[in-house]
């Protein structure tokens, strides 16, 4: 098998100067080793991968044997070698993967000097290799690391163990003020995280007891009733005993407050205001919405935020609309985060309910200014500013100059190997992804194009919209915003009474039309369909249920846009609660509309508390809007697509 690859050589430098009948004739011949050294790779048979690596060396996907010796055993490997690899293979995503990988596994060893010569070839990392890079800076003595990673440092939710241990790094720096770490401090409490607060309050001289947090966690309510409050300490576990009772029984925490606060510093009483608050944000799932949690978290005001606390602090305004109260929560944020479209976009808002003219301006420029773009934010502020939205730009199609260039692109050209020998996905969507983020960073918008173009005439429209979402300066909108299958689409959408666009919308989402695309919980095919949910559908249609029928496109989509019909008249026909009752079930929907009045629908979908969901309802409704304007439908708003929430209590 080793020896048939050389009959193919000439045939595969052909490919290599871009003639594309090559690319379709010798792909497959020349890359087709590719699997069998990945079963010699996952068996760790590296006498096998380096006969692959011999054989393979001149093919698109030739770096991989090397890639997977280096990778057996990558912790023990010199940085010379992998530093030789990136270097043979400059800006390719195997290289980034590796020197980034090696990056991780020398700061776990804390070798920290072996990571430093790779650092400059990891250009897109993670969270994780993010921290782990952080730290190499830091043990080298830059000191901007520890200015950049205050969200690290802040941060109480689950972290990769690369940013636990910045933290840790942080935390003996003597560029962290007392006042950082106090915060750091009194988030860790309200968190419940003992032993890394322990370690905190030790940095600045505070000495608290795991005994003593322990025996208050196993009653919080009863500590709260007679707890000491004269030294930090104490105050310490004020905010520990008030964080394990509103995480375990909110409302008792929420009316234990002001009695907690009575009589402790003006910062204290803002950190337990803070504590509720936070938790009350941030436990909505379980606790609903109340508008105490408000209450308590601008009661807090005056105290810094963390990035997290701010985002927490601005939803819960906006779910209430009360607009000052989300002018100090954007203003609370760091200037990076303020200026992020979302941000500005309720900054805007938040600014023309204010009485006076210059309020209003300022929100009419910003609003002007968004209305430039054509993503959710920007949808909404052409709405504010009363643009129409009715044509989108005339679709720039690739050169042939760029169909060469496609070919010749070594990114791309593993892509599509990896593709048609069947690689695993995995592998395919990182070299594709890293061919496009290539392609982007030189705004290289043909090139981008050309790929977008050429995945779109093979069906593959997931990497294709990937890619064509990506130009800069010149775009295509059929491509960006396919429609394959339309005709079943559209009289599909038309027999349930939905809009086709809205149903594009969605199923762009779900599964950015992979027919075989399948969930970690098991939901499939184009609208991805549960199977409990198909049960339904199939029973509801009178049909007898057929678990095969749901990999068939016609009938996916046929219940899919049944199911999007049959929620929607369940929800208010709202589609805007139809959309996050599809992603997140109808119950969660109706659970999140409001008791009390009707609430405009850009707030409803900014403070659903499961992020998955929110930026599922801002993506369906932005994908309807342009699908409108692709089907013919005029000119389009997504404000009327979005329109009212009725509260709960009118259904």
Known sequence: MLNKVWKHKKSYQLLALGVASA???YANAADEQFNEALRAASAS????????????????????????????????????????????????????????????????????????????????????ETCAMAQVRAKSGDPLVYAE???????????????????????????????DRQQRLWGQLRAGQSGQAIATAQSINMNLSLAQLNSIQSNPMNYLWSAPKTSKEDQAYLIYALGRLADSDLPSAMASVKRAAEGTPSDVQRALYRTVGYIGGTTVMKNNFSRDVLNYLDASYGLPFSSEEAEIYARQAIRFSAWESLIRAIDSMSVTQRQEDRWQYWLARASEQRGDASSKR?????????AQGDDYHNLLAKDHVGQSYSSVPNNAQPSNADAQRLSQDIHFRRAFALRNVNAPDSYINREWNWAVRQAYLKKDDGLLLA??????DMGWYDRAIYAA?????????????????????????????????????????ESRFNTTARSHVGAGGLMQIMPNTAKLVARQMGETYNPAALTDMNTNIRYGTFYLSMIQSQLSN?????????????????????????IAADQY????????????VKHVMTNATHYGVLLGQGAQSIGKRMQSIPMRSSQ
Request: with cysteine.
């Open 23 to 25: 690319c379709v004739s």
């Open 45 to 128: 048979n590296i006498s096998m991968l380096q006969q692959y690596q011999d054989a393979m060396q001149n093919d698109a996907l030739g770096y991989y044997p090397e890639y997977w010796i280096l990778n057996n055993n990558l912790a023990s490997q010199p940085a010379s070698q992998i530093v030789s690899f990136a270097q043979r293979y400059p800006q390719s995503a195997m290289a980034e993967k590796l020197a980034a990988d090696y990056v991780e596994e020398k700061v776990k060893q804390a070798d920290f000097s072996a990571a430093q010569p790779l650092l400059q070839y990891v250009t897109n990392p993670d969270q994780a």
């Open 149 to 179: 990673f205050k969200d690290v440092w802040l941060a109480t939710n689950s972290q990769p163990e690369s940013c636990t241990g910045l933290g840790r790094m942080m935390l003996s720096s003597p560029l962290m003020s007392e006042q």
């Open 362 to 370: 300022t929100a009419q420029a910003i609003f002007k200014r968004l």
């Open 451 to 456: 790929a977008a173009k050429r995945a779109t």
């Open 469 to 509: 979402d990506r130009t800069v300066n010149q775009h295509n909108y059929s491509l960006r915003y396919a429609m394959p299958h339309q005709a079943y689409v559209v009289s599909h959408s038309k027999n349930a009474g939905i809009d086709p666009a809205w149903a594009y919308g969605l199923m762009r989402q």
């Open 574 to 598: 709202s589609p805007v609660l139809a959309t996050a009752g599809y992603n997140a079930g109808p119950n969660r929907a109706r659970r999140w509309q409001s008791d009390e009045a009707n």
């Open 605 to 616: 979908a900014e403070s659903i508390p499961l992020t998955e969901t929110r930026d599922y």
